[in-house]
């Protein structure tokens, strides 16, 4: 089984459980930093070290900021609203059929509830009426008792995306740039994280993910 069809078979499965819109990043993150300190790596928050001057082999994650040696990526919106009550309970995410945009309603803890994600070509970051009134919406269609939820938080991102809308990895020599995770980042990045090891450790080319100079 090559490459991409692992990763659609992750995606698939995980999807069918609905497994990765459940985890909640801000609590994730943390965790992930831990192990890598814990694995003796070192994290440097608010350094932005120009690629050049790095020594050794260099894996740059930059997303959207890789757009200097990655000119055809792209930003593609997600807004998403958080709001509280305690007069419903969900015991897994709830995704809506809908006719445009594939909305879901995610339980957290402490009576939160996570309402996303839009996808929008465009890249500025505001949230606009239009979303909040389709992700507020869906929320009202799972359940009548979120009209008196209160609203904690609108907020945005811009996914990664090449023009294809797969991910790539892109070697050349000690540079390896992984990048163009769009909508599945959470969900794809250690399937990701594994082919950029093997290659790292054996050489290894996937040749339906990776491109090399
Ligand atoms: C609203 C929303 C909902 C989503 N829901 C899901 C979901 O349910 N499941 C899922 O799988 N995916 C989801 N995604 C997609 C997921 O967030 C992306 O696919 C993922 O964030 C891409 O990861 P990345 O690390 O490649 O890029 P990014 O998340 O963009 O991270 C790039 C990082 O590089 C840093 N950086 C930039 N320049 C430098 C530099 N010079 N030095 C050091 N660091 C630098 C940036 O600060 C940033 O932290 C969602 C996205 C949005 C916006």
């Not at 997303?63 to 609203?81: N, T, Y």
């Not at 250690?190 to 054996?202: G, I, K, Q």
Request: charged share 25%; proline share 6%.
């Amino acid at each position: 089984m090559n490459a991409l069809d692992r990763i659609r078979k992750i995606c698939m499965a995980l999807s069918e459980t609905q497994e990765k819109i459940s985890h909640e990043p801000r609590r994730v993150l943390p965790k992930l930093h831990q192990r890598i300190l814990a694995a003796g790596g070192t994290i440097k928050f608010n350094s932005e070290p120009l690629l050049g001057e790095i020594e050794g082999i260099v894996i740059d994650c930059r997303g959207l900021s890789a757009r200097d040696s990655q000119p055809d990526l792209r930003g593609v919106k997600g807004e998403l609203i958080l709001i509280e009550t305690s007069e419903v309970e969900l015991s897994r995410p709830v995704r809506l059929i809908h006719p445009r945009w594939p909305l879901y309603v995610i339980p957290r803890e402490d009576n939160l509830f996570m309402l996303g994600a839009t996808s929008i070509e465009a890249e500025d970051t505001g949230v606009s009426v239009r979303s909040a009134l389709e992700l507020l919406g869906a929320a009202y269609a799972v359940h009548p008792a979120f009209a008196e939820a209160r609203i904690l938080e609108f907020g945005s991102g811009l996914r990664p995306a090449f023009p294809d809308n797969l991910p790539r990895i892109a070697i050349d020599q000690n540079r390896i740039a992984v990048n163009g995770l769009y909508r599945h980042g959470f969900l794809i990045a250690p399937a990701l994280a594994e082919l950029t090891l093997a290659y790292v450790e054996r050489g290894r080319i996937d040749n339906e993910v990776m491109q090399c100079a």
